[in-house]
């Protein structure tokens, strides 16, 4: 029998049974260039099969044929060899089949314990210590707060109002100024599905640029600081290192959906760790904040968000909610000067500026506004999945990520 019949015969690929023939598995006869099998070759490849059942491995088949080929499968010791050999193989299998068994138990109690309906939601909400927080956008005065509904150290409920005419309201805990985004361009990421498309080498690059951030802010140096994070629809820093930072600090998120920030708010709260967190839903960076409330920003691929949808940098519009001796810490991805991606991000996002991911764009309007500013190169792509945003990326232009930090009053960048 020829090879391509018998692998047909055996269910096998061609390859498989020219890797039996290479290892010395299999010794059929060759006539010029084909391989012809005798009964004796097929009965072994056979034999071969049903070890390959009894979970033998390729080296211990190989002395096993060994045996059958030098022997007529009669003679005590050889047949005592092979049923010693049976009998060590039950064990391993036995002592496999306790480790699986084991393993089972705790994919069940995995399972049970990260089940979602498992979670504990708590009954968090707006912050009584950030309502002094909260002023209005048009002429600045202190929000009041009208059929405030108030739990434990929290405002679950109520209307932010302002004698100039401003209001907002408090749904589910969140402030919610009532300007939603409802363009074409961008949809709330309620299941996350951004961070699952990552490639090897971005999901690299993205834990560089965590560890960076979370580095600095290690020192110590930021117990009950105001904290600001926000388009967390698209990539959200705190949500996965509240737990390195400061209890007592207060934090505030800022998105324009108020769906992504009601999930994070209960995804937060079910973590238990009883932080003060303000959220604010609102479209346009012009946040119900007290102006130089904020004492760190973290920009965590912020910018580059921001520039799909502004023409003004990010910092620039951040700036006015930003203390006398604050700080920006960041990181960003930027593109060289000239590549073709730049002009397909715009094209994709065109209320934005021409100018997204263009680090060097952000450093100016830094220095512009007075503030210091330090950076250093993290790493680089060449490629990047071909979805979201990234479906604007031409695969072989470099796509670098900077880390850095920008400061005005007596801090020093870098420090």
């Given at each position: 029998?020829?090879?391509?019949?018998l692998a047909?015969?055996?269910?096998?690929s061609?390859?498989?049974?020219?890797?039996y023939?290479?290892?010395g598995l299999?010794?059929?006869?060759?006539?010029g260039a084909?391989f012809?099998?005798?009964?004796?070759?097929?009965?072994?490849?056979?034999f071969?099969?049903?070890?390959?059942?009894?979970?033998?491995?390729?080296?211990?088949?190989r002395?096993i044929?060994?045996?059958?080929r030098?022997s007529?499968?009669?003679?005590?010791?050889t047949?005592?060899?092979?049923?010693?050999?049976?009998?060590?193989?039950d064990?391993?299998?036995s002592?496999?089949?306790?480790a699986l068994?084991?393993a089972?138990?705790?994919?069940?109690?995995e399972m049970?314990?990260y089940?979602?309906?498992?979670?504990?939601?708590?009954d968090?909400?707006?912050?009584?210590?950030?309502?002094?927080?909260?002023?209005?956008?048009?002429?600045?005065?202190?929000?009041s707060?009208?059929?405030?509904?108030?739990?434990y150290?929290y405002?679950?409920?109520?209307?932010l109002?302002?004698?100039?005419?401003?209001?907002a309201a408090?749904?589910?805990g969140?402030?919610?100024?009532?300007?939603?985004?409802t363009?074409?361009?961008?949809?709330?990421?309620?299941h996350?599905?951004?961070y699952?498309?990552?490639?090897?080498?971005?999901?690299?690059?993205?834990?560089?640029?965590?560890d960076?951030?979370?580095?600095?802010?290690?020192t110590?140096?930021?117990?009950?600081?105001?904290?600001?994070?926000?388009?967390?629809?698209?990539?959200f820093?705190?949500?996965n290192?509240?737990?390195?930072?400061?209890?007592d600090?207060?934090?505030?998120?800022?998105?324009?959906?108020?769906?992504?920030?009601?999930?994070?708010?209960?995804?937060i709260?079910?973590?238990?760790?009883?932080?003060?967190?303000?959220?604010?839903?609102?479209?346009d960076?012009?946040?119900?904040?007290?102006?130089?409330?904020?004492?760190?920003?973290?920009d965590f691929?912020?910018?580059?968000?921001?520039?799909?949808?502004?023409?003004?940098p990010?910092?620039?519009?951040?700036?006015?909610?930003?203390?006398?001796?604050?700080c920006?810490?960041?990181?960003i991805?930027?593109?060289?000067?000239?590549?073709?991606?730049?002009?397909?991000?715009?094209?994709?996002?065109?209320?934005?500026?021409?100018?997204?991911?263009n680090?060097?764009?952000?450093?100016?309007?830094?220095?512009?506004?007075?503030?210091r500013i330090?950076?250093?190169?993290?790493?680089?792509?060449?490629?990047?999945?071909?979805?979201?945003s990234?479906?604007?990326?031409?695969?072989?232009?470099?796509?670098?990520?900077?880390?850095y930090?920008?400061v005005?009053?007596?801090?020093?960048?870098?420090?």
């Amino acid at each position: 029998m020829r090879i391509g019949a018998l692998a047909k015969k055996y269910s096998l690929s061609i390859d498989t049974i020219r890797y039996y023939i290479s290892i010395g598995l299999l010794i059929p006869e060759k006539s010029g260039a084909q391989f012809e099998f005798s009964a004796k070759e097929e009965e072994i490849l056979s034999f071969i099969q049903h070890l390959k059942t009894l979970h033998f491995k390729l080296n211990e088949i190989r002395y096993i044929i060994d045996l059958k080929r030098t022997s007529n499968w009669v003679e005590p010791a050889t047949r005592q060899a092979y049923v010693q050999l049976l009998r060590e193989k039950d064990s391993e299998l036995s002592s496999e089949l306790l480790a699986l068994q084991y393993a089972q138990k705790l994919l069940d109690k995995e399972m049970r314990e990260y089940s979602v309906s498992a979670v504990n939601w708590d009954d968090s909400g707006v912050p009584i210590r950030a309502l002094p927080l909260l002023s209005c956008p048009r002429c600045g005065r202190q929000l009041s707060i009208r059929s405030g509904v108030f739990a434990y150290k929290y405002v679950k409920s109520g209307e932010l109002t302002c004698d100039c005419g401003y209001s907002a309201a408090i749904h589910d805990g969140i402030v919610d100024t009532g300007t939603v985004y409802t363009g074409s361009h961008d949809s709330p990421d309620l299941h996350r599905n951004l961070y699952h498309t990552f490639n090897v080498d971005f999901v690299r690059m993205y834990q560089l640029c965590c560890d960076k951030i979370t580095k600095r802010l290690s020192t110590g140096e930021f117990a009950g600081k105001v904290f600001f994070e926000n388009y967390i629809n698209g990539y959200f820093y705190l949500y996965n290192h509240l737990n390195d930072l400061p209890r007592d600090a207060l934090y505030i998120v800022a998105d324009k959906y108020p769906e992504m920030l009601l999930m994070y708010k209960e995804m937060i709260s079910s973590l238990g760790l009883d932080l003060d967190i303000l959220y604010i839903a609102d479209k346009d960076p012009d946040y119900p904040l007290r102006p130089g409330c904020v004492d760190v920003a973290i920009d965590f691929f912020s910018t580059s968000e921001h520039d799909f949808y502004f023409p003004e940098p990010y910092c620039r519009h951040i700036d006015p909610f930003l203390g006398p001796d604050s700080c920006v810490i960041g990181t960003i991805m930027t593109l060289p000067s000239g590549v073709r991606s730049r002009r397909f991000y715009h094209e994709k996002y065109p209320e934005g500026t021409p100018e997204v991911m263009n680090f060097p764009r952000l450093e100016s309007a830094y220095r512009e506004l007075g503030w210091r500013i330090c950076s250093e190169e993290v790493g680089s792509v060449l490629e990047t999945q071909n979805k979201y945003s990234f479906a604007c990326h031409l695969n072989g232009e470099k796509m670098s990520f900077v880390y850095y930090e920008a400061v005005r009053g007596k801090q020093r960048a870098g420090q």
